[in-house]
């Protein structure tokens, strides 16, 4: 069932249904991130996986060392997919 988002983060969510939510978000600015996750769910009893399709790539060294740092701090089962293009 799609729901109707929280308008207070409604530019966040790009997609959501019972079980799943879609966000697009700058994956630098982790403070929001994280402010985010919390109001759509219960990060510590979820299981998350995050998806970083190249952007990973084009960010600053200490930018995705602190990305991968956090992502780290999941619960466990939570998983930080990094997809990249083979060309």
Known sequence: MLTRPDPSI???ILFRSDQYV???CDLRDLPHLNQTL???LD?????ILLTAEVSITYMKVEES???I???SMLPEGSVLSILTHWL
């Open 10 to 12: 409604a530019d966040d």
């Open 22 to 24: 879609q966000l697009g």
């Open 38 to 40: 919390a109001k759509v």
């Open 43 to 47: 990060i510590e009893n979820s299981i």
């Open 65 to 67: 060392d602190a990305l």
């Open 69 to 71: 740092r956090w992502a």
